[in-house]
């Protein structure tokens, strides 16, 4: 299996209150073309600063980033545009501006990569029926109940036909729809031209959904590999959204 994603001893902080703050220590991952690898950790534990690292969003004090044999740290702000939205997705719970329609969002990735007005109406639409959130086609993200922002989240995510899929937080929202939602994401990872590799985030080990391997934030921040599930072992969701999560209008 070809590595799409490799984090090589990546360190990163920030500075707050006029302190140094470190944030990732020495943090090692790899991606792999098809598989599923999750990270978990609690709020402010910095995964979502580990992912922003992964996708080319944020830069790193020191280590390597690594996108299919090229260092992201060598690339020109140029080059690294034309992987932005279309060999790499970034997909988070937050979603766009509220007030954004839910096809312009999930079309956005093309239209970056010069695809024309008609053609990205015409391929947005595509994936949001793909995904069965035909519903949501004219609404903004706002007005779309948590379980409706999982399938426009996919459907953003696989638009393009992505290498690599970072998705921050999006699918803790779920309470009981963690088999359709992995049973969804596997098929849209199958039907990319080269098997997209993907890299998700979640609040616990038991938000993990079928993850092939499954990486713990420690309070150091380092990264702690938990043991491989056993095969076709199904890691649940906990069950921790609103009752009209699948209904109701969603908190994100």
Known sequence: MADVLALEGVWKGFSRGGQWTEVLRDVSLVVGAGEVVAVEGLRL??????????????????????????DL?????RAWTRLLGHD????????????????RFV??????????????EELARHALVRVGAVACIGRTWGELSNWQRV???LARAFVAD??????????????GDAKVADELLRDLQEETSMRAGVLISTTDYESA?????IHTITRTGGLKPHPTPPSGHIIPFPGRGDDGARHGVGSG
Do not use: M, Q
């Open 151 to 153: 399938l426009v989240g």
């Open 88 to 103: 790499i997705v970034w997909v988070n719970r937050d979603g766009p501006a509220l007030s954004l329609e839910v096809s």
């Open 45 to 70: 534990s910095g995964k979502t600063t580990l992912l922003k690292v992964a996708a080319g969003l944020e830069d790193v004090d020191r280590g390597r980033v690594v996108f299919e044999g090229v």
């Open 73 to 77: 740290a060598g690339l020109g702000e």
């Open 209 to 213: 959904i079928y993850a092939d391997r």
């Open 107 to 120: 079309g956005w990735p093309l239209a970056l990569h010069g695809r024309g007005r008609r053609e990205v």
């Open 162 to 175: 992505p290498r690599l899929v970072v998705i921050d937080d999006l699918l803790d929202a779920l309470s």
